[in-house]
T-cell receptor, first 115, second 111 residues
Framework: KAGVTQTPRYLIKTRGQQVTLSCSPISGHRSVSWYQQTPGQGLQFLFEYFSETQRNKGNFPGRFSGRQFSNSRSEMNVSTLELGDSALYLC??????????????FGPGTRLTVL | AQSVSQHNHHVILSEAASLELGCNYSYGGTVNLFWYVQYPGQHLQLLLKYFSGDPLVKGIKGFEAEFIKSKFSFNLRKPSVQWSDTAEYFCAPGGGNKLTFGTGTQLKVEL
């Protein structure tokens, strides 16, 4: 079974631009969550999508948004990029959203550098 | 609001030494507890998990963790570490798919 895939693996953007990252979950998984990993703040939850609906949201500004398609693939978008958005963005997939016995599987991440 | 504290940021051990990494959390409601590991150059992998039942859970590669509800702790242990255990370890309590990660513990095992 293929794991979680994320594209692209590396991105370089300049301040003010916008960026879209993509995540394909494990086949059969319907929930996709996004996390931001930085040396200063560690791993922080961005949001979760399940059945094309946002289920949970972390404490990030509205510049960070996402969506999920009917095939469970998800994209996250960051508009008006700031230097502080430089980070590793991780996607995690799981079977369901609210099940007590749920667990998440992480992808390799997309390394975003904002210049 | 949920929070998690990992007490050790950097740990250096010799092979065959015993390991215990501390994790304390604050969480309202039913909480699931996870330890994830990130080996150099690899992505996050699940080490072990606790949902309910026996508070002593066993994971991959000989790791185990004990959930102590009264102390809000979920410490990770391994009786004898190997050089290949060199990695960063994250404690992550959560409800559903919203995990709150600790700051991580960088473990270096020396030969």
């Amino acid at each position: 079974k293929a794991g979680v895939t994320q594209t692209p693996r590396y991105l370089i953007k300049t301040r003010g631009q916008q960026v879209t990252l993509s995540c394909s979950p494990i086949s059969g998984h319907r929930s996709v969550s996004w996390y931001q990993q930085t040396p200063g703040q560690g791993l922080q939850f961005l949001f979760e999508y399940f059945s094309e609906t946002q289920r949970n949201k972390g404490n990030f500004p509205g510049r960070f948004s996402g969506r999920q398609f009917s095939n469970s693939r998800s994209e996250m978008n960051v508009s008006t990029l700031e230097l502080g958005d430089s980070a590793l963005y991780l996607c995690a997939s799981s079977l369901t959203s609210d099940a007590t016995y749920n667990e998440q599987f992480f992808g390799p991440g997309t390394r975003l550098t904002v210049l | 609001a949920q929070s998690v504290s990992q007490h050790n940021h950097h740990v250096i051990l010799s092979e065959a030494a015993s390991l215990e990494l501390g994790c304390n959390y604050s969480y309202g409601g039913t909480v699931n507890l996870f330890w994830y590991v990130q080996y150099p150059g690899q992505h996050l992998q699940l080490l072990l998990k606790y949902f309910s039942g026996d508070p002593l859970v066993k994971g991959i590669k000989g790791f185990e963790a004990e959930f102590i509800k009264s102390k809000f702790s979920f410490n990770l242990r391994k009786p004898s570490v190997q050089w290949s255990d060199t990695a960063e370890y994250f404690c992550a309590p959560g409800g559903g798919n919203k995990l709150t990660f600790g700051t991580g513990t960088q473990l270096k095992v020396e030969l």
